[in-house]
């Protein structure tokens, strides 16, 4: 059983670009969700994909989107890049539909500064 | 708007001792709280979690005590490891499908 991965593990952008950001979800997940961790913060949620819609968003402007593929894996796009968005950014996976819906599995994360 | 207060914010405690990370909450709509362990360059890691309707729930050295009228809830680690420092959140899910954590506690457990 593989875990959740995440890549790129790190990277740099400069204000206004944008960035894409992949994940790959835990073997037998069907949902997967999207955090902002700031140094020193706890993770904010962004936003959850199940049968590759959006299904929750967080309080992230529409710069913030994502996909979710046929195969579970996801993408987060941030489009605009501003100096706040640097952060570490956690993808998690979980099994929507029975007692496991809230049992989340992180990725180690991608960390993302933006100068 | 922050929705679940955690303290405190670092904890040191000597090994052998008891660590003890407090979390409130004001959202009556909450029916799932988590605990997560992170650990430096990794993601977070499922501890142990409660359900509103049972008022403690113990596994190995981590207990969680909940108190619902006072809209609080505890973790508890006993004969507390070297081993066990990292950083701590807790959480609450919502029954729209969304969780919040804390904003953490980094403890650190003296050999």
């Avoid at chain 1, 710069?63 to 195969?71: H, I, T, W």
């Avoid at chain 2, 005590?65 to 680690?77: C, D, G, V």
């Avoid at chain 2, 609450?92 to 969304?98: E, F, I, L």
Wanted: proline share 5%.
């Amino acid at each position: 059983e593989t875990g959740v991965t995440q890549s790129p593990t790190h990277l740099i952008k400069t204000r206004g670009q944008q960035v894409t950001l992949r994940c790959s979800s835990q073997s037998g997940h069907n949902t997967v969700s999207w955090y902002q961790q700031a140094l020193g913060q706890g993770p904010q949620f962004i936003f959850q994909y199940y049968r590759e819609e959006e299904n929750g968003r967080g309080n992230f402007p529409p710069r913030f989107s994502g996909l979710q593929f046929p195969n579970y894996s996801s993408e987060l796009n941030v489009n605009a890049l501003e100096l706040d968005d640097s952060a570490l950014y956690l993808c998690a996976s979980s099994w929507r539909g029975g007692a496991g819906a809230n049992v989340l599995t992180f990725g180690a994360g991608s960390r993302l500064t933006v100068l | 708007q922050q929705q679940v207060k955690q303290s405190p914010q670092s904890l040191i405690v000597q090994k052998g001792g008891i660590s003890i990370i407090n979390c409130a909450y004001e959202n009556t709509a909450f029916d799932y709280f988590p605990w997560y362990q992170q650990f430096p360059g990794k993601g977070p890691a499922l501890l142990i979690a409660i359900r509103p309707d049972v008022s403690e729930k113990k596994e190995g050295r981590f207990t969680i005590s909940f108190n619902k009228s006072a809209k609080q809830f505890s973790l508890h680690i006993m004969d507390s490891q070297p081993g066990d420092s990292a950083t701590y959140f807790c959480a609450a899910w919502g029954r729209d499908d969304k969780i919040i954590f804390g904003k953490g506690t980094r403890l650190h457990i003296l050999p």
